[in-house]
């Protein structure tokens, strides 16, 4: 039987690196929200980079860039949670049936799986998610995101580019 190389194969170890980095991704997430609210008024900024970054404590009851933002409360609660909820569900699932072992997978897994539940936390809370970090340059503004917002942009950035890599290397 041939050996797998150690990177491959879920270890305990790797079990570990995974729950850590969604534990402490999640925790920081729920930390600077929980800062937020009780520190800022909503819609108080402070600048903290003047003409390109604020802290500025918003509420947005929809998704990314405000999807569904319009949505009756029931459907956009009710959507958003079984997304997210699915979503969770994937991640564990894929994990577990595909024993992944290499942290090129499970530390952008954990990013991803940390964020959606940082926001599904907001979203029990609050019925919205706490934004707070506010990107722009002169009046052109990214909308504004949290931590749990960041962490699944940079995870599945990275599961992206391990997906091409792993294609390229299949060809």
């Known amino acids: 039987m041939p050996h797998e190389p150690e990177g491959l194969i879920m270890t305990k170890k790797n079990i570990l690196i995974f729950l850590c980095t969604a534990g402490l ?8 929200k929980l800062y937020v609210v009780s520190h800022f008024q909503l819609h108080e900024s402070i600048p903290v980079i003047s003409g390109f ?13 405000g999807f569904l933002s ?3 409360p029931l459907f956009r609660g009710t959507f958003f949670s079984l997304v997210t909820l699915i979503a969770v569900g994937l991640i564990l699932y894929y994990l577990i049936e595909n024993k992944v072992g290499d942290l090129w997978l499970l530390i952008p897994l954990a990013l991803v799986l940390a964020g959606a539940l940082g926001n599904l936390v907001d979203r029990f809370r609050f019925g919205e998610v706490v934004d707070f970090l506010d990107l722009y340059i002169g009046t052109y503004h990214w909308p504004a995101f949290n931590i749990a917002d960041s962490a699944i942009s940079i995870g599945a950035f990275f599961l992206i580019v391990e997906m091409l890599k792993r294609r390229k290397e299949d060809l």
Not at 25 to 32: P, Y
Not at 53 to 65: E, H, M, S, V, W
């Open 25 to 32: 991704v999640l925790l920081l997430d729920q930390v600077t």
């Open 53 to 65: 970054f604020n802290l500025t404590y918003i509420r947005n009851p929809g998704a990314a860039f």
């Open 70 to 72: 319009e949505a009756s």
